[in-house]
């Protein structure tokens, strides 16, 4: 069967304003190579997610690579793109774990993972508009800033655990951001990580006893979910924690693939519906077998816009080795000896980071803080998501990020629907 890539020029050089699209490919050695820095791209992310959650970190990386490859699959390899680990469902795994166990985390993932798939074969029938009309930038911004803000406390929580090894963690990631050009810049997590843990190794910090007894090679461990008939309230109790990640990934997903369409052609906006499908049966996947939820992940965007090589061949080689690096119990011990320390000082800019990003849509669609109604929408919901509001009802537990994205919705449509009756808006 003919591969579905064509040959870049001679596959060998690519000139300094050429670019090389997602149904071409230049040498598989350079390919492999490309896709390599992929795979460096996502990994410091990626690995942090089941390191904060507790989850298996060599299982995360398993269904991150056959997701990647579903994603390919599903989007007729014409939208590039690596799906990593999300960091939305950092808080609500968390929270799911301590009342419920695992199982019910898991389930939780894969009730987002079904309502993603929906909202694709939704937006591949109708459109894109709805989506931009329920979550207009004042409110998706809203909605990822919160997100990264509610997990302030716990980033503090591991930083004081070892205040010296997450400080010199965070500093780390801080000069590398500004020291290093190009790829390396883009590493800054990851450089910080590993400056972080050797930094904990000279103080002791580090336990390696887990390690020696890992094998090179086997399956990692899989966890199915909860099932839900045998402990409804507890399993479904979780879930209003998850459901608001659905936005999330969604304006993380319809980000992504604007992005590309930028760096690409235009055409790929058409694939919005597919690269939501994609997603949510990959989070749906990862779920059923003890992985995370899984999204589209913008540091591998930025090695596209590096290097202007946007084929999805590289992908393909990204999600192999990763699934390669999942099939590797060592490798995920090696992970899961990264101290708390480490953790709180990367977390610290990390989780700021996402919160950020959300202020950063409000910037690019230019959103007038002069207006009433951003001023509340936003405010509201940052408040309630940073002090993590919590409203229980029998045996279901609201938490500040679902609170927090449902009033950034409902005071921004209401006061606008209200503002046009009365004319004051």
Known sequence: MALPWTLHGDGKTVGAQEVVGPGERLSWPLTIGIGSQHVVAMFGATF?????????PSTTLLFSGIGTLLFLLITGNKLPSYLGS??????????????????????????????????????????????????PPIVSGAIVALIGFNLAPVAKANFDKAPLTALITLVAVILCTVLFRGILGRLSIFLGVVVGYVAAVFFGEVDFSRVADAAWIGLPPFTAPANPFENPAAVFGVLPAFIPVVLVLIAENVGHIK????????????????????????????????????????????????????????????????????????????IFTIPDGVL????????????????????????????????????????????????????LSFNGIALGTVAAITIYHLMTRLGRLRQTA
């Open 344 to 395: 709180g000082g990367v977390t610290t800019a990390l989780y700021g980071l996402i919160g950020v990003i959300g202020v950063k849509i409000w910037l690019d669609n230019k959103v007038d803080f002069s207006k009433p109604v951003n001023q509340f929408t936003a405010a509201t919901a940052l408040i309630i998501g940073i002090a993590d509001f919590t409203l229980n009802a029998g045996t």
């Open 86 to 135: 999300s960091f939305a469902f950092i808080a609500p795994i968390t929270a799911a774990t301590a009342s419920a166990g695992m199982g019910s985390a898991l389930f939780g993932i894969m009730a987002v993972g079904v309502l993603l798939a929906l909202v694709g074969v939704i937006v591949e029938l109708t459109g894109t508009g709805w989506i931009d009309r329920l979550m």
């Open 259 to 334: 992005g590309v369409a930028q760096m690409t052609d235009a055409k790929v906006n058409r694939l919005t519906g597919r690269a939501l499908l994609a997603d949510g049966l990959a989070t749906m996947l990862a779920g059923f077998g003890g992985g995370s939820g899984t999204t589209t992940y913008g540091e591998n965007i930025g090695v596209m816009a590096a290097t202007r090589i946007y084929s999805t061949a590289a992908y393909w080689v990204a999600g192999i080795v990763a699934i390669l690096l999942g099939l590797s119990p060592k490798v995920g011990a090696i």
């Open 48 to 56: 942090l997610v089941p390191l904060l959650t507790d989850f298996p």
